[in-house]
């Protein structure tokens, strides 16, 4: 089974995150209200099975809780993905949500980098910065070792915009993950 489980505790968060590959049950509790609506839509979308558990120095703000937890999630899929073998590597979509578009391409490549071409002009969706966004997909594509490009070429509120980036993220990696046909590394060198 395609699964991992990881703990990360710093002075900042204790995040716990479970995540399987291929389905399972979603719950879901950052304390941030918006934050927890995004990872949720992001597992529903990819079709993952994902329990986060999250306590974050909130009286700060949000920035680690969102980091910490990309740093997480992102050992995670790298975790549950082990050598990279047997998957189709890469993943393409695109979500329109209402007046936003979100674009997103990936790599499953053990070289990790991230495009983040999107600007929110709110600062917040209820108690989440929409700043932190982009650190949130920097912190999950450096630790999945995955290229990540994402763009929202046009859009005005900022709560569709981040929907549309995570619903994106989350088709390209289904796709990304899904078992290809002889179990091969998809890599002219043989390995990624």
């Known amino acids: 089974m395609r699964t991992a ?9 204790q995040i ?14 950052t304390g941030i209200g918006f934050f927890d609506h995004m990872l949720t839509a992001f597992a529903v979308h990819g079709g993952f099975g994902l329990n986060i558990s999250v306590k974050g120095d909130l009286d700060v703000d949000c920035h680690h809780t969102a980091e910490d937890t990309g740093i997480a999630l992102g050992m995670a899929f790298k975790q549950a993905l082990g050598d990279m073998s047997g998957i ?7 979500i329109p949500m209402d007046e936003s578009l979100a674009i997103c391409s990936l790599d ?14 709110q600062e917040l969706c209820g108690d989440y910065e929409t700043c932190v966004t982009e650190e949130f997909f920097r912190a999950f594509a450096m630790n999945a070792c995955i290229t990540l490009h994402i763009r929202v070429p046009y859009g005005s509120n900022a ?3 981040i929907e549309a980036i995570f619903k994106a993220v989350a ?7 899904k078992k290809n046909s002889d179990g091969s590394v998809l890599s002219t060198k043989g390995v990624l």
């Open 5 to 13: 489980k990881i703990e990360r505790n710093t002075k900042e968060t």
């Open 16 to 29: 716990t995150v479970c995540l399987n590959l291929d389905g399972g049950d979603v719950e879901i509790s």
């Open 88 to 94: 189709e590597r890469y993943g393409n979509f695109s």
């Open 108 to 121: 499953i490549s053990n070289r990790p980098f991230l495009v983040f071409k999107a600007g929110f002009e």
């Open 159 to 161: 709560h569709h915009e």
């Open 171 to 177: 088709h390209a990696l289904k796709i990304a993950v």
